[in-house]
């Protein structure tokens, strides 16, 4: 009887630690509301671009690519040249305001 305990209660524990190992964190859920692609451009100016935060920490401007953090309402967008650029943004339903440093705006919509 207490083989048949110990067995039943090793496949519980087994079952228990299966179970545990097979529920991971969904990988494909933006950690970021920033994360997506967004197409706008500079306020004032006539022309589209297309900006992408990948949920990695990637992302391109246009043809640019680069690698960026967030920090409450900054990121940081760094293309490697050694002068990473911050920017304030914000997100309002399915727009982004950004604005650098030097007081220029850029506003993206959510594609």
């Known amino acids: 009887m207490k083989t ?6 090793t ?3 087994v079952m228990l630690a299966v179970n545990f190992t097979a529920c991971s964190d969904d990988e494909d859920e933006p950690n970021s509301p920033i994360v997506g692609t967004w197409v ?13 935060f990948n949920n990695n920490g990637t992302g391109q401007w246009d ?6 953090t967030t920090n ?3 990121v940081v967008i ?3 040249d050694g002068d990473p650029e911050t920017w304030t943004y914000s997100i309002s339903s399915n727009t982004l ?3 650098a440093e030097d007081g220029v705006e850029y506003r993206f919509t959510k594609k």
């Open 4 to 9: 048949l305990r110990l067995i039943g209660m």
């Open 63 to 68: 043809e640019d690519s680069f690698n960026y």
């Open 97 to 99: 305001n950004m604005t």
């Open 40 to 52: 706008g451009g500079e306020v004032g100016f006539n022309f589209e671009e297309t900006l992408i």
């Open 78 to 80: 760094d293309y490697g």
């Open 72 to 74: 409450s309402n900054k």
């Open 11 to 13: 496949l519980f524990m």
